[in-house]
C-alpha cells in the first residue's frame, strides 16, 4: 500500500499541489483525471521518486515496487530485439542462469561443496522467478500488444515512437510490480490492442493508478477516480460515468448550502445593524457577532469551465457524391494494403474509420486526400472542398507565432473577435490566445490545429487521430463541433466513446477491401461480435460434416476406417498403461533421491553430491518427457474414441 499525506508541490509561485493525500491500496483500480496542465503527470513523478515534494510525505513498504510507464520512454534507443528489450526487466534472472551454467561446468572439472551449495540455492531461486517461463509470457504480452511473431526478433531501433512505447509497456506488464503508473498508455494502441489490454490490466494482481483522456477505457478499468483540480485532489468512489454525475450533484449541494449560509449571514447581520444601539439587546449583539466570526464559510464553487457549441459553416454545398473510389489498389513493398476495392463517401456521411495499426487507415485517408500515390480511380465530386488533419499538422504550426497570431495567418479574412471567440470554444480563454505556439503543451497545440482544420469552411473533413493529446473537455468540444458541423467527415480514432458519439457509419478494412456498416460504432461492436460468433460456428460445423461425409462416405470404408481405429485404441491405451509404469517408477526414484538429498549427512560425502544431484536432473527431465508422450498419447485414444463414437453414430 501507498501512502500520501499532506502532499505540497510548487513551481516557481505557482502551487500545483496543497496539502494533499491519496491512500493506494492493495488492488486499487485508480483513474486520474483533470485539465492538461492541472498536474497528472507530475503527481506520478513525485509518486515515482523523480520529483521531491516540497512538504508532505510519499510513503510504502520497503518490498513495495512500482512501475511508471511515461511519454518519455518514446525517445528510447536500443539495436537488440524488442524480445530481449522486454525480458531486460528481469536482469538478475538472467543472471542467475549464466552463474548456473557457470558453476555446472566449474562442478565437472572439480567439486567444491560451496559450489554445490551455491548451484543448489540458485536454481531453486531461479525457479521460483519463474525464470523457465519468462520468454513465453513476453511473447504473449508482446503479440497481444500487436506485434507479430516475426516482429519479436526486430530491433527495437527500427520501430516508431508509439510503437516503442508498447514495448516498454510490455517490460512492465512482464515485471508486475505492486504499483503499475500508465500516462496516457491508450495514445499509441490501436482498437484491438486496447481491449487486449484492458482485459490485462482486468486481472492484474497489483494496483493501477492510470492518466488517461479515454472515458471508455477508464469506465471498463477503474473503479475510482481522482481528479487533479486547483492544486487539490477530488475523490469519487466509481467509474467515469459516475464521476460526471457524482461531481454535478455534489457541486449542486454546495451551491445550496453556500445559498442557505449567505442568507443566514444577511439575516444575522440585519438584526447586528437593528439592535446595535439598544443596550437591551447589546449582549445577544455581541453574541451575534462572534458567530459570524467564528463560522466557517462555505465558498461557492468555481464555475465549470463553459464549452461552447460552435458552429463550424461550409463555404458552398457540394453533390450527392463527395469522393468516389473505384478498383483502387495500394502496396508498399509485399505489403498489400488495398486491392481493386471501391468505396463512396456520399454528403451526411459521418464515418468511423476503424482497425488494426497497419491494415491502412492513413493511407486511405491519404488517397481520399489525394495526397497519396495509388492505382485504381479517385473521382471527387462537385463543389466538393477537402480539409485533411493529421499529426504533422501540429509539427507544421509555426512556434513564433501566438494562437491568434496564427488563426489569423489562416483565416485571414475572419475578424479578430471572431478568432476570440473561436478559441474559446476550443479552451483558450481571454489572454491565453496571445501564448507563444512555442510553450503550448501537445494537446493545446493539436487543439489549434484542429480550430485551423473546422475553421477552413470545407465541406468533407479527413481526421487522423484527432482526439490524440487531447483532455477529456476537449474532446467534448470537438464532438460537439463535428454534431453541429454541416459537413460530411472521415474520422480515424481510437477513443471509443468519440466514434460513438460522431459516426452514424463504419468503415473497416478487410483482406484488402473496404467494407461498411451503416450504424453507430457500438453496433458495428455488437454486430461484428455475433458475425464473428456465427462464422466460428459456421466453420466448426462445417469440418464437422466434412469430416462425417468423408468417414461415412461408403458402408466398406466405414467398417475398415471402424477396424483401424480400434486397432490405433487398444496401440494407445497399451502406451498409456506402459508410459504410466514409466511415470510411477522414475517418480519413486525422485522420491528416493529426495530423501537422501534431505538427510543431515548428505553432504558430508562429496564423491557422492555431483552424480547424485546429476542424476536428480535428469530424473526431472525424463518425468517432463515422459508426462508430454503420455499426454499425447491420451489425447490420440481420445481422439480414436470420439471418432469411433461418430461412425457408429453413437
Request: net charge negative.
Amino acid at each position: 500500500m501507498l501512502n500520501i499525506q499532506n502532499l505540497s508541490y510548487y513551481i516557481g509561485d505557482r502551487v500545483l499541489f496543497d496539502k494533499v493525500s491519496l491512500h493506494v491500496g492493495e488492488r486499487d483500480r485508480i483513474g486520474l483525471i483533470g485539465v492538461n496542465g492541472a498536474g497528472k503527470s507530475t503527481l506520478l513523478r513525485l509518486i515515482a521518486g523523480e520529483y521531491m515534494p516540497a512538504e508532505g510525505s510519499i510513503t510504502k513498504p520497503a518490498d513495495y515496487t512500482i512501475g511508471f510507464l511515461n511519454q518519455d520512454m518514446l525517445s528510447l534507443e536500443s539495436h537488440k530485439p524488442i524480445r530481449e528489450v522486454a525480458l531486460e526487466a528481469f536482469a538478475e534472472v538472467w543472471q542467475i542462469e549464466a552463474r548456473i551454467k557457470q558453476l555446472t561446468q566449474e562442478l565437472a572439472d572439480s567439486y567444491s561443496e560451496a559450489k554445490v551449495h551455491e548451484l543448489t540455492q540458485l536454481q531453486a531461486r531461479f525457479e521460483a522467478m519463474d525464470g523457465y517461463r519468462l520468454p513465453a509470457q513476453a511473447e504473449a504480452i508482446l503479440e497481444g500488444l500487436g506485434f507479430k511473431t516475426e516482429d519479436l526478433q526486430r530491433p527495437l531501433s527500427v520501430f516508431s515512437g508509439g510503437w516503442r512505447m508498447r514495448v516498454m509497456l510490455a517490460k512492465l506488464l512482464l515485471q508486475k510490480p505492486s504499483l503499475l503508473m500508465l500516462d496516457e498508455p491508450t495514445n499509441h494502441l490501436d482498437l484491438p490492442s486496447i481491449q487486449w489490454l484492458e482485459q490485462y490490466l482486468l486481472q492484474y494482481p497489483g494496483a493501477i493508478l492510470v492518466v488517461s483522456h479515454d472515458r471508455y477505457f477508464l469506465n471498463r478499468l477503474v473503479s475510482r477516480i481522482v481528479e487533479v483540480r486547483q492544486g487539490a485532489l477530488e475523490v469519487y468512489e466509481g467509474n467515469y460515468d459516475f464521476y460526471e454525475k457524482e461531481k454535478k450533484t455534489r457541486r449542486a449541494l454546495q451551491i445550496a448550502a453556500y445559498e442557505n449560509q449567505q442568507e443566514k449571514i444577511k439575516q444575522t447581520e440585519r438584526f447586528i445593524e437593528r439592535f446595535r444601539a439598544k443596550a437591551t439587546k447589546a449582549r445577544q449583539v455581541q453574541s451575534k457577532i462572534k458567530m459570524l466570526e467564528r463560522m466557517e464559510r462555505i465558498e461557492l464553487p468555481e464555475s465549470e469551465q463553459e464549452t461552447m457549441r460552435l458552429k463550424f459553416p461550409i463555404a458552398r454545398m457540394p453533390g450527392k457524391e463527395l469522393v468516389r473510389l473505384k478498383q483502387v489498389s495500394k502496396r508498399f513493398g509485399d505489403l498489400r494494403l488495398l486491392e481493386n476495392t471501391d468505396a463512396t463517401v456520399y454528403r451526411g456521411d459521418r464515418i468511423a474509420l476503424i482497425g488494426a495499426n497497419g491494415k491502412g487507415k492513413s493511407t486511405l485517408l491519404r488517397i481520399l486526400a489525394g495526397t497519396e500515390p495509388h492505382e485504381g480511380i479517385r473521382e471527387v465530386g462537385h463543389q466538393v472542398d477537402i480539409a485533411y488533419y493529421a499529426q504533422h499538422q501540429i509539427e507544421a504550426l509555426n512556434l513564433n507565432n501566438d494562437i491568434l497570431g496564427e488563426m489569423v495567418s489562416s483565416c485571414p479574412q475572419k475578424t479578430e473577435s471572431y478568432l476570440r471567440s473561436l478559441m474559446g470554444g476550443f479552451l483558450f480563454h481571454g489572454d491565453d490566445v496571445f501564448k507563444k505556439i512555442s510553450v503550448l503543451s501537445g494537446g493545446e497545440r493539436a487543439r489549434v490545429a484542429l480550430a485551423k482544420v473546422l475553421s477552413s469552411e470545407a465541406n468533407l473533413l479527413l481526421l487522423d487521430e484527432p482526439t490524440n493529446h487531447l483532455d477529456i473537455p476537449s474532446v467534448n468540444v470537438l464532438i460537439d463541433a463535428l454534431q453541429d458541423y454541416e459537413g460530411s467527415y472521415v474520422a480515424v480514432s481510437h477513443d471509443r466513446h468519440f466514434l460513438q458519439a460522431i459516426a452514424n457509419k463504419v468503415w473497416y478494412i478487410d483482406n484488402g477491401k473496404i467494407k461498411e456498416f451503416l450504424g453507430t460504432y457500438q453496433e458495428f461492436e455488437e454486430w461484428y461480435a455475433e458475425e464473428w460468433q456465427r462464422a466460428l460456428v459456421s466453420a466448426q460445423e462445417a469440418a464437422a460434416v466434412q469430416k462425417k461425409e468423408a468417414s461415412l462416405s461408403s458402408n466398406q470404408e466405414r467398417r475398415q476406417r471402424l477396424k483401424e481405429l480400434q486397432r490405433e485404441w487398444r496401440r494407445c491405451q497399451k502406451a498409456i498403461e506402459q508410459l504410466e509404469a514409466r511415470l510411477i517408477a522414475l517418480e519413486e526414484e525422485q522420491q528416493q533421491i529426495e530423501q537422501q538429498m534431505a538427510q543431515a549427512g548428505f553432504y558430508d560425502e562429496p564423491g557422492q553430491v555431483v552424480a547424485v544431484q546429476q542424476r536428480y536432473a535428469q530424473l526431472k527431465d525424463e518425468i517432463a518427457a515422459v508426462t508430454v508422450q503420455w499426454e499425447q498419447q491420451i489425447q490420440e485414444a481420445e481422439q480414436f474414441e470420439n471418432e469411433i463414437r461418430t461412425i457408429k453414430g453413437e
